[in-house]
């Protein structure tokens, strides 16, 4: 059974600092991997998706890898605002055929001014 | 573009009413999940349809159903409503083409949220 998690649960940083969040997950049959950003009461935003082929993907200061063998995804924010505090979800999607995603609890991020 | 519109916002009901949400997918995606997030279990995998057919069901009661209709838009019903229901609902869309089929993606798999509907049961 795959089990996403997520360390730290909470982070806070002042703001220009850069800045890494982990997740990891047990089974490494995944088809691919998304990292996610949620403010307080709303939805989900995608951040970056990474298909199982790829290491890594980047979208402006944010930089998301992938290694499946460790069962590890890291998300790099360079640079780090007082916007950019949220809660960081990854999410897996098993290989298995299946079209759902198992999240992880979320690290809950504040950069301070 | 429009993004994904789940109605209503909030909602309030009793213990053992039932409750229809609603998920308006962006146009032009077929595939539809549902997820149900709460503080102690995180978000979970209710299920997903595309084109109108159920690919996927999460491992909740059988009080927890949903639909697809032709446009895409989705249904999810709670019947017998229990306290513990009490969450926020998210559905997710997207276009759900693999990638390597001929038109597939990495962007074509991207999950687009709506800004879910939060339920509380009294």
């Known amino acids: 059974k795959q089990e996403v998690t997520q360390i730290p649960a909470a982070l806070s940083v002042p703001e220009g600092e850069n800045l890494v969040l982990n997740c990891s997950f047990t089974?490494?049959?995944?088809?691919?991997l998304q990292w996610f950003r949620q403010d307080p009461g709303k939805g989900l935003t995608s951040l970056l998706l990474?298909?199982?082929?790829?290491r890594e993907q980047t979208s402006g200061r944010l930089n998301a890898s992938l290694d499946k063998s460790s069962g590890r995804s890291t998300l790099y924010i360079a640079a780090s605002q007082p916007g950019d505090s949220a809660t960081y979800l990854c999410?897996?999607?098993?290989?298995?055929?299946?079209?759902?995603?198992?999240f992880g609890t979320g690290t809950r991020l504040k950069v301070l001014a | 573009k429009a993004g994904v519109t789940q109605t209503p916002r909030y909602l309030i009901k009793t213990r053992g009413q039932q409750v229809t949400l609603s998920c308006s997918p962006i146009?032009?995606?077929?595939?539809v999940s549902w997820y149900q997030q709460t503080p102690g279990q995180g978000l979970q995998f209710l299920f997903e349809?595309?084109?109108?057919?159920?690919?996927n069901k999460g491992n909740f009661p059988g009080r927890f159903s949903g639909r697809q209709f032709s446009n895409s838009r989705s249904e999810m019903n709670v019947s017998t409503l229990e306290l513990g229901d009490s969450a926020l609902y998210l559905c997710?869309?997207?276009?759900?083409?693999?990638?390597?089929?001929?038109?597939?993606?990495?962007?074509?798999?991207?999950?687009?949220f709506g800004a879910g509907t939060r339920l509380s049961v009294l």
């Open positions: 997710a869309s997207s276009y759900s083409v693999p990638v390597g089929l001929a038109g597939g993606n990495i962007a074509k798999n991207i999950q687009y």
């Open positions: 089974d490494s049959a995944i088809y691919n």
């Open positions: 990474i298909q199982s082929s790829q």
């Open positions: 999410a897996v999607r098993p290989a298995s055929g299946t079209y759902k995603y198992i």
């Open positions: 146009s032009g995606h077929r595939s």
């Open positions: 349809y595309f084109s109108e057919t159920q690919r």
